[in-house]
């Protein structure tokens, strides 16, 4: 079946750091990538929309200086969280849409010291 | 409004129980609904897919869509301690199939008691 490989799986930093997250869908092409953010007791909020080759699409809300989206080819997205604060500790989630729907990466804990 | 609409639980079932969930939704023009389960700490995966009216079993889950009543439930038979998860109801919104992106509901934690 369709696999989303995410990493890192946990991620610590320091205020005001940058940090990236991967997501690779293994054996699909994904034209579009969805990627999440859910705090504890919440649901996933989307973030952003982006296809391969274009510039993503931001929720309301969505700092886009501040989240930068990568979707370079069709098997490779990144987020980067640029100047990290504590206040985006968060479970960071991606969700690759190819052929036979949506598949969605193992997440990765970001904690902002 | 909330798009998606859930209660969020927890809905205590025993063991060997039906465990039934709703889900309502804003969207008139939506088309395909999702069920997720996700784990304390994990992301979400797929229980099954609906598009259509009426219902949908696959093994122990049977999910059930009303679209003149914008709703879509999910029913667990037979319900086992492994099923204790959030539950999360998800509906396609947008305008082009290729890209429609899923809006989800708060969710529903479900406790199966032994």
């Known amino acids: 079946g369709a696999v989303v490989s995410q990493h890192p799986s946990r991620v610590i930093c320091k205020s005001g750091t940058s940090v990236k997250i991967e997501c690779r869908s293994l054996d699909f092409q994904a034209t579009t990538m969805f990627w999440y953010r859910q705090f504890p007791k919440q649901s996933l909020m989307l973030m952003a929309t982006s296809n391969e080759g274009s510039k993503a699409t931001y929720e309301q809300g969505v700092e886009k200086d501040k989240f930068l989206i990568n979707h370079a080819s069709l098997t490779l997205s990144t987020l980067t969280v640029t100047s990290a604060h504590p206040e985006d500790s968060s479970f960071y989630i991606c969700?690759?849409?190819?052929?036979?729907?949506?598949?969605f990466g193992s997440g990765t804990r970001l904690t902002v010291v | 409004q909330k798009e998606v609409e859930q209660n969020s639980g927890p809905l205590s079932v025993p063991e060997g129980a039906i465990a039934s969930l709703n889900c309502t939704y804003s969207d008139r023009g939506s088309q395909s609904f999702f069920w997720y389960r996700q784990y304390s700490g994990k992301s979400p995966e797929l229980i099954m897919s609906?598009?259509?009216?009426g219902d949908k079993e696959d093994g122990r889950f049977t999910a059930q869509l009303n679209k003149a009543s914008q709703y879509v439930s999910l029913l667990i038979r037979d319900s086992q301690p492994s099923d204790s998860a959030t539950y999360l109801c998800?509906?396609?919104?947008?305008?082009?199939?290729?890209?429609?992106?899923?809006?989800f509901g708060a969710g529903t934690q479900v406790v199966v008691t032994p």
């Open positions: 609906i598009y259509s009216n």
């Open positions: 998800a509906v396609k919104v947008g305008t082009t199939d290729s890209w429609g992106k899923l809006q």
């Open positions: 969700s690759a849409q190819g052929r036979n729907g949506y598949t």
